[in-house]
């Protein structure tokens, strides 16, 4: 049988769009990527002269064979274009922060399963190789229980950029809706439900408009989830560092998938995705100490499975569920900091 084609519009063609959607939605069978969003610029026709090209989200959201659409826009526009999709009868993957909110990320839920589409949130980096790397070492009892945990998603850019959404105040702006939801979404698929957030949210940066660190403790009865992150931090290497009971794990370093993307190379090939040497963690135990190779990263399996729940009905891997437990944590993360107390989950 033909394989069934599921038609994908873009509302944003920033870097989400060009560097992360395009490539991955050009290259796996069953995907046709038919029109994108762009207020004035034509750079998705210059990926691909088939894209169609729409000067607004009510032309692209007005073609009927168009099936669903990832919105890759400001944070604050999420809620409104997720509603605006959904009573169109599209499907929706949304970049995160899903929603500046939990209220609005039910709200959208409640849609969703009332039209029956699929909304999900884009947590690609459950795909990462570090992540998978962990994720493994803790699920094969390397280092025995997890007593602590922190992960680090941190970035330098000492002076704050001022031509960017992502450095303008205002609602849904700001790292723990940039870089949080990606440590928390990880945290939580490793440990589950927390029973406590407590969090430091600061603007530490001159002249920033957003608050650029935060440090949210994760409350667990038997063990320490912290999760951390900055925009000035020079030597931006400590990724991960995790103790159990029989050992402990530390790695440096980022996914590659990111940097090689920006580099106009499709993902494909048995290597893609392949971490070089120095940024392999070490393990250190009784059993073993040295380096451990990490586990290939790839976001196909993200959008395979949005494919599979569209046609063939399938669970879809990131759950309402999943997405309004991390929701509700960055809600809680700046009620904490407010009230500069700890909050019950």
Wanted: aromatic residues 10%; hydrophobic residues 35%; contains cysteine.
């Amino acid at each position: 049988m033909p394989t069934k084609i599921v038609n994908v519009g873009l509302i944003g063609f920033g870097l989400s769009g060009r560097y992360f959607h395009a490539p991955f939605l050009s290259v796996i069978d069953g995907f046709r990527l038919k029109g994108v969003v762009e207020r004035s610029k034509n750079d998705a026709q210059q990926f691909d002269p088939a894209i169609e090209n729409h000067r607004s989200i009510e032309s692209l959201l007005d073609d009927k064979e168009i099936d669903v659409v990832f919105i890759c826009t400001p944070n604050e526009t999420h809620y409104e274009y997720a509603l605006k999709a959904l009573n169109k009868g599209k499907h929706i993957v949304i970049e995160k922060p899903f929603t500046t909110n939990e209220a609005e990320a039910a709200e959208i839920f409640d849609l969703a399963k009332k039209k029956g589409l699929l909304a999900t949130a884009y947590q690609n980096r459950r795909w990462d190789s570090d992540f998978l790397t962990v994720q493994k070492i803790i699920a094969e009892g390397k280092i025995g229980r997890v007593v602590e945990f922190e992960s680090r998603y941190d970035r330098y850019r000492p002076v704050p950029v001022k031509n960017t959404w992502k450095e303008q105040g205002g609602v849904g702006a700001g790292n723990v809706f940039n870089l949080g939801p990606h440590l928390i979404d990880q945290a939580l698929v490793l440990f589950g439900t927390p029973e406590s957030v407590t969090a430091v949210v600061k603007t530490v940066r001159d002249n920033s408009d957003i608050d650029d660190y935060f440090s949210i403790q994760l409350g667990y009865p038997d063990k320490c989830v912290t999760l951390k992150s900055s925009l000035s931090i020079y030597y931006n290497h400590p990724r991960y560092l995790i103790h159990g009971t029989t050992g402990s794990f530390i790695k440096g370093g980022l996914d590659v998938q990111e940097e090689t993307l920006r580099l106009n190379q499709l993902p494909v090939g048995d290597n893609w995705g392949l971490e070089p040497e120095d940024r392999w963690g070490t393990l250190y135990s009784d059993a073993y100490t040295g380096i451990v190779k990490s586990e290939l990263g790839n976001y196909t399996p993200f959008y395979q499975n949005v494919y599979d729940v569209i046609v063939k009905g399938a669970e879809p891997a990131v759950k309402p569920d999943e997405i309004l437990r991390t929701t509700r944590v960055i809600d809680l993360a700046f009620k904490s900091e407010q009230e500069q107390a700890l909050q019950k989950f």
